[in-house]
Structure formats: C-alpha cells, structure tokens
C-alpha cells in the first residue's frame, strides 16, 4: 500500500520557518520524483518544488526561489521542505506528491498523494 503523510505545519509570524516531512512507502522512492504542492481554497493546488528520491538538482516555482529547500533522505525515504521568510501569501495546505518518472509541477504527473498539512501565516 503507498502511503504518503505530510505533517510539520502550523502557524508562524511573517518571516518564520517551518520544516515539512513527507514521509512515504509502498513505492519505489529512490526512483520516483516526489514533488510538494499546496493549495488554498478556491483555487487548484500547485506545484511549488520537486525533487528526485536519491537526491540532485531541484525544481522550485518562482516564489519560493530563495526561501524554501527541499531535500531527500533516501535512508528514511522521506522527504523535506525548509521553508524559511514564510509570508502570509504562503498559507495553504501543503501536500507531497509522487510517481515514477521526471520532476513535474502538474498534477497529473503523479498518481500518489496522501492528507495535506496545514501552514498558516500570519501578518
């Protein structure tokens, strides 16, 4: 069975950090790419950085270029995401993403998600 559970949220200040897990099985993490989307209400859920489960070059949506470092631990076949200079325009429910495959940002390109985590900030 995959599983993916994100968890780390909350609610911090403008200009605060928050490290998100993802942490996964039942898929073969070191050859799939493992994305984090978030999403607010209303509006669909977008890709904002990806990642390969062994690691090299990451993806990052322009406004998180900067602030926000995703990385893997292929041990634990979990991944991160260090968000840091957290701005209110970053509140939604983040979700990690996975599948077989190249990095991607559409939705459709990954066939296994789990529950969101919630990250709030506040002005």
């Known amino acids: 069975e995959v599983q993916l559970q994100a968890s780390g949220g909350g609610l911090v200040q403008t200009g605060g950090s928050l490290r998100l897990s993802c942490v996964t099985s039942?898929?073969?993490?070191?050859?799939?790419?493992i994305a984090w989307f978030r999403q607010v209400p209303g509006k669909e859920r977008e890709g904002i950085s990806c990642v390969r489960g062994t690691g090299g070059a990451p993806w990052y949506e322009d406004s998180v270029k900067g602030r926000f470092t995703i990385s893997s631990d292929n041990g634990e076949n979990t991944v991160y995401l260090q968000m840091n200079g957290l701005e209110p325009e970053d509140t939604a429910v983040y979700y990690c993403e996975a599948d077989l495959g190249k990095y991607s940002f559409l939705r459709s390109a990954y066939r296994f998600w789990g529950k969101g985590t919630q990250v709030t900030v506040s002005s």
């Open positions: 039942g898929f073969s993490f070191d050859d799939s790419a």
